[in-house]
Every structure is written in C-alpha cells, then in structure tokens.
C-alpha cells in the first residue's frame, strides 16, 4: 500500500510538473508573439512620425511667399505689375 501511494505520489508530480512546463512554454511563445506585435506597430509609429515631418515640411514650404510667387510666374505666368499698370481707387470722402 505504501509503496502504491508513493508511485502516485510522483505520478501527480510529473503531471503537474510536465503541466507547468507546457504552460510557461505556450506562455513564452504567446508572449514572444506579442513582442512582435508591439515592434510591428513601434515600427509603424516611426514611419509616420518621418511622413509627418515630411508632410510639415512640405507645407511650411508651400506656405512660403516666395514659392508662391515662384510658382505663380512658373506655372500660370504671371507677373508683378509695375507702377503704370496700377490704378489707385480711393474712397471718397463722406
């Protein structure tokens, strides 16, 4: 009897042992999963901030008179107008 309770004894050991070790090894590949979730996304919050200060960039450029002027006469031709050219329209006196 003794030595029956005894084989039980280190066969629900073994069980729970062999039950901790499955669980840490799922729990080590579940984890190792969402590192590489995490790493995907870190890897995507830098790929936007360096498009958003691209973007910055751009319209900090964009908003700039003297591009506007550049592209005014580039692409639509147009020009300053020189003093003959200007009519002064004043308000009359009430």
Do not use: D, H
Not at 23 to 28: E, I, N, W
Not at 29 to 53: D, M, V
Not at 67 to 86: F, P, T, V, W
Request: aromatic share 6%; proline share 1%; glycine share 6%.
């Amino acid at each position: 009897m003794k030595r029956s309770a005894e084989n039980l004894f280190r066969a629900v050991c073994l069980g729970f042992s062999l039950l901790l070790l499955v669980g840490s090894l799922l729990f080590g590949i579940r984890t190792a999963a969402w590192n590489e979730t995490a790493a995907a996304y870190q890897r995507r919050a830098e790929s936007l901030r360096r498009e958003n200060a691209i973007l910055l960039a751009r319209c900090a450029c964009s908003l700039s008179l003297e591009e506007i002027e550049g592209r005014a006469a580039e692409e639509l031709g147009m020009q300053r107008l020189s003093a003959e050219q200007m009519i002064r329209v004043e308000e009359p006196i009430r």
